[in-house]
């Protein structure tokens, strides 16, 4: 699809002013396709454009340095792509009450991934915001067991909760 297809797309539906316009690009890994051009579009109309990716690929033509761009990451191997890392603005990690690591409270395994040795880690120069979710396995016995871990580990390690509150609220 068209990056300009797209934007008009996103204006015809725009109904009244939210002050800052947020694009949020996810799916899949989304640094699969070229979305440089997509971005760039976006960016020149007034929008703010966040990628959400597991952090494996880089996009060459995407503009990373823009004020207008903010790539969270959640990783789901046991490296994150050395191009991709200076440019991440935060990290999201998915805990699972049994798969904490002790040290850090970051997942040993990422959604049942297969990371060799473990989920990659934030980088050691890392300054960006490290974001912690409880599982979600649509069992309440075990959702609580698995937020109350998320919540443990942000407190002890300083990391932010980050919770899917349509789900707490049944808004699904």
Known sequence: VAPAYILEKLNSMQ??????????ISGGEPFRQNIGPLANVL????YYVQVETNGTLYCET????SDHTTIVCSPKTGTLNKRLIPHIDALKYVVHADQID???GLPLQALAH???PVTAKPPKDFVGEVYVQPVDVDDPAENLRHTDAAIRSCMKHGYTLCIQLHKILNLE
């Open 43 to 46: 960016i020149d109309a007034g």
């Open 15 to 24: 109904t009244e002013s939210f002050g800052t316009a947020l694009v949020v």
């Open 62 to 65: 995407f503009p990373f340095d």
């Open 102 to 104: 002790p040290e850090d």
């Open 114 to 116: 297969s990371a060799r």
